[in-house]
């Protein structure tokens, strides 16, 4: 794995390129993670130091995660709020966790924007198609690999906004793609493992795939 990354280094980290435009879509892109998901990440992913979340919504994965990591501070931060993501240029000396808004490439800029922010850890729940792509890999995916995905082997039901129900016509799959902190990620001396989280008690089949 390292030979390959090696051979085809392009650069020494992940950039975040120009900010996409932000569109329209369903507002603000604002699809809010049920808070199982918070405790499916605790699973497997430790937090090396503060965390901060900078797509939060109304909050509802700030709160999983303070369930998931007693006693570890989490700054949550939204575009709502007046603290637009792609904008910010400060580093971050802690973990950068989110479900981030996906509308126009966004998911895409949010990660390498955090893997350039943050000097610990980075955690995103993404769709599972994050995966693929030649120009995502050669940017991306073969230069500063996830040492982690938590693959989610069942629907994600997100909230339709702060107030909203859970959609259940929800047809993506979906895991938690970690990074390691900044350190490891310069050496890139690391392998990606992948877990599978276990099916959660109130999820239903509805859509389920199998
Ligand atoms: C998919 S929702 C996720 C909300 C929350 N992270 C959660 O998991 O419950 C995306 C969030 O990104 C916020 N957002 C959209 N564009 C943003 C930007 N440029 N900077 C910061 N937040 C943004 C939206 O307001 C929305 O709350």
């Known amino acids: 794995m390292t030979g390959t990354r ?4 392009l650069m020494s980290t ?5 900010p996409p ?32 979340e900078p797509a939060c919504g109304s909050g509802r994965l700030v709160g999983a995660l303070k ?8 700054t949550g931060t939204d575009i709502k709020t007046g603290h637009d993501y792609t904008k910010r240029t400060k580093t971050w000396a802690g973990d950068i966790i989110t479900n981030p808004p996906y509308r126009d490439g966004l998911a895409d800029f949010f990660t390498t924007k955090s ?4 000097d610990g850890k980075v955690a995103m729940l993404l769709q599972s198609g994050f995966m693929w792509g030649s120009g995502r890999c050669d940017s991306l995916h073969l230069v500063t690999p996830p040492e982690l995905i938590i693959v989610l082997p069942y629907r994600v039901y997100f909230f339709e906004g702060p107030k909203g129900k859970p959609i259940k016509s929800q047809y993506f799959n979906h895991a938690w793609y970690c990074w390691p902190d900044r350190a490891a990620r310069e ?12 099916k959660i008690a109130d999820n239903d089949d509805e859509n389920d795939f199998g």
């Open 6 to 9: 090696n051979r085809w280094k």
């Open 14 to 18: 992940a950039r975040a390129e120009k």
């Open 21 to 52: 435009e932000q569109g329209k879509r369903r507002k603000l892109d604002d699809y809010e993670t049920p808070p199982h998901e918070g405790l499916q990440l605790a699973r497997f992913f430790k937090p090396s130091g503060n965390i901060l």
């Open 67 to 74: 369930e998931a990591f007693p006693g570890v501070r989490i």
């Open 115 to 118: 893997l350039e922010l943050a």
């Open 187 to 198: 050496r890139g001396d690391y392998g990606t493992r992948v877990e599978w989280a276990p």
